[in-house]
């Protein structure tokens, strides 16, 4: 919740010294696969502007007449299937993440930031996870979407909530944002390298299929760069693999509703593919670093059954980079190149 214009840190006190933060956000997910965990996070999701960009006055009457009564329970079954022990995947990968994070921060520096996350849609949100903290004496927080590639729909939507809260405080801390790292080495070699462990332990396929989640055309021809973000991932992570044009495909999965939505579609390229006479498919998600509803449901499991009742012999999905220690490291190298002078000015201060 965001606070008085007037006032200062929430709750007016710190409970530690002042330092730097960082801030890992993820889109978020329901607190569980029932169609009353569903609802609230379905409304806040697709009540978001950036997300649905629709008039209000035509988006309300869809969203509060037609989606919300049956799409909850609906989702519910998919996220039943997928749901770990400890709860959603992807809450409980990016709690991983965050672990981890912090001690590869603390093997690289004697002031190791304050490493929190937060979720777009749910909880915990970001507005509360900003409030914990500038209670810990954050005066300087890095934000780092952990979306490698921009859009309007997640990134900006992610800088709207914290520049929202932000925008009730009196007192505001420093801010630095990370955009994108589509091109970054480091996460383009670890998507490599985790393609390359499971094709050591499964061999290889006969085309490796690189599925996106899209966007409306629509966004697109408003000027969000989101594509070129994805097809720059996409072919570096090609070359990364000594792949020709022929072994590959990139793609893009999730549409909803109507509208054109960036092509080509996932699900009708795996139809295409098992038409075709393509024998095995491998599929990797590089614009998710957890695995999450879309990976383990929609890609796994819908996916497969697509590219199998078209004649495809065999479909391998492949796991996200989830907690490879690669990842974890290029993530640390993220941070600390965008903590730069920071770091220093902490250190005269504890001096």
Not at 108 to 131: D, H, K, N, V, W
Not at 202 to 210: A, E, M, N, V, Y
């Amino acid at each position: 919740m965001n606070q008085q214009a007037g006032s200062a840190h929430p709750q007016g006190v710190r409970d530690a010294e002042s330092g730097t933060g960082v801030l890992l956000v993820n889109l978020g997910t329901p607190e569980a696969p029932t169609a009353q965990a569903l609802r609230p996070y379905l409304r806040q999701f697709l009540s978001n502007p950036r997300v649905v960009e629709i008039p209000s006055w035509i988006w309300w009457p869809i969203l509060n007449g037609a989606i919300l009564p049956t799409r909850p329970a609906k989702s519910a079954e998919k996220y039943a299937q997928i749901w770990m022990p400890e709860g959603s995947p992807l809450k409980v990968h990016t709690e991983r993440q965050t672990r981890l994070l912090r001690d590869a921060m603390a093997a690289r520096t004697p002031f190791p930031p304050i490493i929190e996350y937060a979720m777009s849609i749910g909880s915990p949100s970001i507005a509360q996870i900003l409030e914990s903290m500038l209670r810990q004496g954050c005066d300087r927080i890095l934000v780092v979407p952990l979306y490698p590639q921009y859009a309007a729909s997640s990134t900006a939507a992610i800088f709207d909530a914290v520049f929202g809260y932000l925008g009730g405080l009196r007192d505001v801390p420093a801010l630095r944002t990370v955009r994108h790292y589509p091109d970054h080495p480091g996460y383009i070699a670890a998507l490599a390298q985790n393609v390359r462990d499971h094709w050591a332990e499964s061999g290889r396929p006969d085309k490796l299929l690189i599925s996106f989640h899209g966007i409306p055309r629509a966004a697109v021809d408003k000027g969000d760069p989101y594509p070129e973000d994805c097809r720059i991932t996409g072919c570096l992570l090609a070359r990364a693999l000594e792949l020709g044009e022929d072994d590959y495909l990139i793609s893009f999965q999730s549409r909803f509703g109507r509208a054109e939505w960036l092509t080509p579609y996932t699900a009708a390229t795996l139809e295409q593919l098992g038409r075709q006479g393509v024998r095995r498919v491998d599929v990797v998600c590089p614009g998710f670093v957890s695995d999450c509803l879309e990976t383990l449901e929609e890609i796994a499991m819908e996916g497969r059954d697509i590219f199998l009742r078209a004649g495809g012999q065999a479909y391998h999905p492949i796991p996200c980079l989830n907690e490879r220690h690669d990842w974890i490291q290029v993530l640390a190298d993220i941070v600390c190149t965008h903590l730069q002078g920071w770091e220093a000015a902490k250190v005269e201060r504890k001096n």
